[in-house]
Nanobody, 118 residues
Framework: QVQLVESGGCLVQPGGSLRLSCAAS????????MGWYRQASGKQRELVAS???????NIADSVKGRFTISRDNAKNTSYLQMNNLKPEDTAVYYC????????????WGQGTQVTVSS
């Protein structure tokens, strides 16, 4: 069984910074792409950023220049560094990883709330 556990979400003022972490654990043979998605109230879940096992990143236009994604393969962990946060970044942030275990398939974390408000 594979689990993804996010951490780091909280209330932050506009212009502030947060770093989210996503740790994968369990019976893991390999991890391919890792990503972060978010879902604001009343909206569809959207991709924020993704990173391949080789370190190639893809960042959504809405957060480009403010958010960065990274990973530590030795720790099976991805990170989302969020700078200059805006109220419109308020959402539940979910991590995703394509994990090779008994099968190669995507897994999701439970989500962590990020609220940007003064």
């Amino acid at each position: 069984q594979v689990q993804l556990v996010e951490s780091g979400g909280c209330l932050v003022q506009p212009g502030g910074s947060l770093r989210l972490s996503c740790a994968a654990s369990g019976s893991i043979y390999s991890i391919n792409d890792m990503g972060w998605y978010r879902q604001a109230s009343g909206k569809q879940r959207e991709l924020v950023a993704s990173i391949t096992s080789g370190g190639t990143t893809n960042i959504a236009d809405s957060v480009k220049g403010r958010f960065t994604i990274s990973r530590d393969n030795a720790k099976n962990t991805s990170y989302l560094q969020m700078n200059n946060l805006k109220p419109e970044d308020t959402a539940v942030y979910y991590c995703n990883a394509v994990v090779g275990s008994k099968l190669l398939r995507p897994y999701w974390g439970q989500g962590t709330q990020v609220t940007v408000s003064s």
